[in-house]
């Protein structure tokens, strides 16, 4: 249970709310307003949180992406690293809208504006000084960046966490994406405009999802989001509607058994998987999707509903973004950020003091929010260890738990160990609570093995859980 006092900016009811991990917009008071890039820093009141005492004195930390990751990384900077580490959150939305959950938006058992948070809790309780913007350009040598507005920030380090973007694939761009064909990989309005798309289907529709080749975020989400709309499209009385899986990866990327029982038993019939898809063209008008199959074969399939889950990449990482321009994107393929995952710090030479958590970060563990959650806290860790003359925890252990809902009342889940791995450098599988990792070969995630209403229950805690952690 939470334990921070009730203050007079909270009203009893909205205090149980709070400590129910029911922080949705409007139960807890803004002090960020969606009031453009111009907005001033809102400088933080005294804080209430009990922030640790260190010898860090007039230092600079900018997060910039409020998400899982940089929420994470803020609050964390401040209660390990006290009132001598000045930390600024840079976002330009007033809200986070969580993407965990979002495929229970649909079936109708969730809504977008309850997956919506407010930030508050940071400035007010850890004295994060937040600032509405969006980073546009990083200058190395200078150690500053440009806002969106034009205006500039300096920092002793930088944590960047800016989450993806996605790629214009399939004979699509963002306007099909918000308008026609959402591809709903971000929670917001493309999930709600992805809900109106299912609920007009009628009997005998097609629903067709594409899954880009991994690494991408969130490896069970795909099938899950499958079992979601199969078990809807069932249970709202649709008859022959079926759900077509084209996945450019050979097999299920994550929970194999969950969804290859479930796609098999309680979904049969409607649930069909195609591995090892590629050449997909989707026609945003006519919702035609064309794609070669595993033996060469082209096929079409005239759709009512499309969702493509294209290709994805760190934010900022595309031709000219800011990402880019900086030469942070160093992964072989330029989607991605490399990182010494004992400080999450990029590898880049010259980048020194730059750190990259969550999505768009490569260090060997899955794109998750649970995860981001525990990169921040490492990379949060490390830096208070580095302004003090220290060097970062060389041993450093993560872990992951991810619930996959399989209908409208069961769920399965995954959970792993993750821990460094000297050989490579990499965070990798250890096989159970921390074992050491023999001769740097990683042991597999753990799943559920079966699928009950008890894992749904548990599901809920576990994601109030995670986002007390992150952001109250
Ligand atoms: C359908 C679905 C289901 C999922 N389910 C799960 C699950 O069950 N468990 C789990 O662990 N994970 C799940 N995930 C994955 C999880 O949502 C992501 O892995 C997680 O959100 C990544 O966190 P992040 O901080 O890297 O990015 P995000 O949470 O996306 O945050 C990025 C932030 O950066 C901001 N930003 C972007 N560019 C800039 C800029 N230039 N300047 C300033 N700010 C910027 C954005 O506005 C955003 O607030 C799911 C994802 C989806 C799509």
Partial sequence: MNTFKITNELSRRQWMAVAAGGLAAGLVPLTGRADGDRAPSRRPNTPTAPLATTAISGKKV????????????????????????????VEPEAL???SIMSNLVLNGSRTIAGLQYSRETLARRYGVVARTGRLTAINRAARSLTLSDGSSLGYDRLVLAPGISFDDAYGLTTADYDARTPHAWRGGAQTTLLRQQITAMQDRDIFVMTIPKAPYRCPPGPYERACVVADHLKSSGRAGCQVVVLDENPVIQAERHTFETAFAGLHAGVIRYIPNVTGIQIDPASKVVTYVDGVGGTQVINARVVNPIVPHRAAGSEAGGWLAQAGLNNSADGRWAMVNVLSYESTLVGAEGIHVIGDASSCGMPK????????????????????????????????????????????????????????????????????????????????????????????GTWFNTLMKDTLA
């Fill in 62 to 89: 900018v997060v910039v992406g409020g998400g899982m990751a940089g929420m994470t990384a803020a609050k964390y900077l401040r209660l390990w690293g006290g009132k001598g580490l000045e930390v600024t959150l």
């Fill in 368 to 459: 998750a929010g649970h995860v981001a959650n525990q990169e921040a806290k490492i990379c949060a860790d490390a830096i208070i260890r580095l302004l003090s003359g220290a060097q970062p925890d060389p041993q450093p252990v993560a872990n992951s738990a991810c619930y996959s809902p399989i209908t409208a009342s069961s769920a399965s889940w995954l959970t792993a160990v993750y821990q460094y791995d000297p050989i490579d450098r990499r965070m990798k599988i250890a096989s159970n609570g921390g074992q050491t990792l023999v001769n740097g070969v990683a042991a597999t995630a753990t799943e559920a093995a079966s699928v009950s209403q008890e894992n749904f229950k548990d599901m």
């Fill in 96 to 98: 986070y809208t969580s």
